[in-house]
């Protein structure tokens, strides 16, 4: 998987937009970039994936720049419960491709 | 989305006995299952992956005599910790891909083993 680069933490006020970086120069024309992340004593958590187009769900946007060597992960209005450890991953879309986390992006949400 | 579980999810043993950690797929079936190791304020750190069927395949400094991993089925792969020692005390979380439809990696809650 190609390396990506994360700020090792990061606050954001309560009911604002969490905006999470990460970098992926290294990216390959086939790989996705995805994001989990991880709940203090819980399992990862599927967030977004996307290729190269702007995607967004009911848990967050994903915004690709053109050149592909970066992304942003928003979290639209950011609770407590988002207090969490956020891993972006790069991988091909292949179903038995195993997921090699870095060190993540821990959000701390503020009241 | 779909649901993978883990049991027990903790569990305390003493040191030179063995564990087992079951990780089940409950809606789908998974040809492929991973499992990781979380140590405190540390990254998941992957174990091995466990395809349904064939012996698993180890990542590199992870014995295998010591992680027995069987995958008999689509819907279930257990880790055994044989002979266990305090050091391995640690959160143990699997995953599993989906045979079809989405591709996304499903995680389990994580298993908490505590060697004393």
């Known amino acids: 998987d190609a390396k990506t680069t994360q700020p090792p933490s990061m606050d954001c006020a309560e009911g604002r937009a969490a905006n999470l970086p990460c970098n992926h120069s290294?990216?390959?024309?086939?790989?996705?970039v995805y994001w989990y992340r991880q709940i203090h004593s819980q399992g990862p958590q599927y967030i977004i994936h996307g290729l190269k187009n702007n995607e967004t769900n009911e848990m967050a946007s994903l915004i690709i720049t053109e050149d592909r060597k970066s992304s942003t992960l928003i979290l639209p209005h950011a609770t407590l419960r988002d207090t969490a450890v956020y891993y972006c991953i790069v991988r091909a879309f292949n179903r038995d491709d195993k997921i090699i986390f870095g060190k993540g992006t821990r959000l701390h949400i503020l009241p | 989305g779909a649901v993978v579980s883990q049991h027990p999810s903790r569990v305390i043993c003493k040191s030179g006995t063995s564990v087992k950690i079951e990780c089940r797929s409950l809606d789908f079936q998974a040809t492929t299952m991973f499992w990781y190791r979380q140590f405190p304020k540390q990254s998941l750190m992957l174990m091995a992956t466990?395809?349904?069927?064939?012996?698993?395949?180890?990542e590199q400094g992870v014995e295998k005599d010591k992680f027995l991993i069987n995958h008999a089925s689509l819907t279930l792969s257990t880790l055994t910790v044989t002979s266990a020692h305090p050091e391995d005390s640690s959160f143990y979380i699997c995953?599993?891909?989906?045979?079809?439809?989405?591709?996304?990696?499903?995680f389990g809650p994580g298993t908490r083993l505590t060697v004393t």
């Open positions: 290294t990216i390959s024309g086939n790989e996705y």
């Open positions: 995953s599993a891909t989906s045979l079809a439809g989405v591709r996304e990696q499903y």
């Open positions: 466990s395809n349904e069927g064939s012996k698993a395949t180890y």
